[in-house]
């Protein structure tokens, strides 16, 4: 069974603070694939990083940076100097090798104030 | 290079009404895939295609649903006999596969309301 947990339902930062999202996933395959995307008010789902199980390299795009941890399942996403056009809810989703759906979590929603 | 698109945005039809959605994929994307997404909810799979073919079904689509994607470029997805209970935000994305999962790229969704 898989499964993707997001513990923080809804996060409000002010302007310029950092902001980590939680993602914790459960899964019995070996090669998974990890997600985030993002869901602004608009409702398009915007593609922002996909991670393989055999790559634990940490990125940076930008403000943003994941950090994904195999021994803790997890795999979170940290936006430096946040911007209020970062207010949306951020989704994390998990595909096996040999899957074809992901699995998404129940969304985490991020409002940024001025 | 275009995005997904989907027709309509917006749906409002009546209890027992049928609807019909319509997916252009990118257009070199071989998988085109269906989720259902309600409020305050990740998205949920319906079912995908390769190609033309329909690979997989969830539990979730009802016999009162059925998808097509005839010549393996768009995709349709109806919903007969309509329950407000189908009342969500209908997503459909599209990758490409070799092997290998890429990126599912989504469209921006069609909502649909059923009074």
């Known amino acids: 069974a898989q499964k993707v947990t997001q513990a923080q339902t809804e996060i409000s930062v002010v302007e310029k603070e950092d902001v980590t999202l939680d993602c914790v996933y459960e899964?019995?395959?070996?090669?998974?694939?990890l997600f985030w995307y993002k869901q602004p008010p608009s409702g398009e789902l915007v593609f922002l990083i996909r991670?393989?199980?055999?790559?634990?390299q940490n990125e940076i795009s930008g403000r943003y940076s994941w950090n994904f941890q195999k021994s803790t399942s997890s795999f979170n996403f940290t936006i430096t100097a946040s911007q209020v056009v970062d207010s949306a809810v951020y989704f994390c989703?998990?595909?096996?090798?040999?899957?074809?759906?992901?699995?998404f979590g129940k969304g985490t929603s991020l409002l940024v104030t001025p | 290079d275009t995005g997904v698109s989907q027709d309509p945005r917006h749906k409002i039809t009546k209890r027992g009404q049928n609807v019909t959605f319509r997916c252009d994929p990118i257009?070199?994307?071989?998988?085109l895939y269906w989720y259902r997404q309600t409020l305050g909810q990740g998205p949920e799979f319906l079912t995908y295609?390769?190609?033309?073919?329909?690979?997989?079904k969830s539990r979730l689509l009802s016999d009162r649903f059925s998808a097509e994607r005839p010549k393996g470029s768009f995709s349709t997805l109806e919903i007969q006999r309509t329950e407000q209970g189908d009342s969500a935000m209908y997503l459909c994305?599209?990758?490409?596969?070799?092997?290998?999962?890429?990126?599912?790229?989504f469209g921006p969704g069609t909502r649909l309301t059923v009074l």
């Open positions: 899964t019995r395959d070996t090669t998974y694939y």
């Open positions: 991670r393989n199980s055999f790559d634990e």
């Open positions: 295609f390769q190609n033309e073919a329909q690979l997989e």
């Open positions: 989703a998990l595909l096996s090798r040999s899957g074809y759906a992901l699995n």
């Open positions: 994305a599209s990758s490409f596969y070799r092997g290998l999962h890429n990126e599912q790229f």
């Open positions: 257009s070199e994307h071989n998988r």
